[in-house]
């Protein structure tokens, strides 16, 4: 007898606040990968247009939409389809992308 059991867990849209993070740097220095760390969880950023504008943010305090998901490696992973930078000392003025 085998028993075969798969847990699927769908993706789900989310606002969460938090910093951004450095995930990883290539050798010329070069930000490659960035999460978004709140209080209770780590996401890795989702490479995409959006996520990428944040590279250059790293300490930020933001406040992030987007789709949580679990990659392959059982990390979770945030798609961002909009942010503000709420941490206006570091910017020196509130920004927003929708």
């Known amino acids: 007898l085998v028993l075969c059991s798969t847990l699927t867990i769908a993706a789900e849209k989310v606002t969460l606040t938090g910093r ?8 010329d220095d070069t930000v490659t990968a960035i999460s978004i760390e709140t209080d209770d969880e780590a996401y890795l950023v989702i490479d995409n247009a ?5 590279y250059k943010t790293p300490g930020a305090d933001i406040k ?12 979770k992973t945030l798609s961002i389809t909009s942010y503000e930078i709420v ?12």
């Open 50 to 54: 959006t996520g990428r504008r944040l």
């Open 64 to 75: 992030v939409t987007g789709i949580v998901d679990t990659n392959a490696e059982g990390q």
């Open 20 to 27: 951004v993070q450095i995930h990883a740097i290539n050798e």
């Open 87 to 98: 941490d206006e000392t570091l910017s020196g003025e509130t920004e927003g992308i929708q």
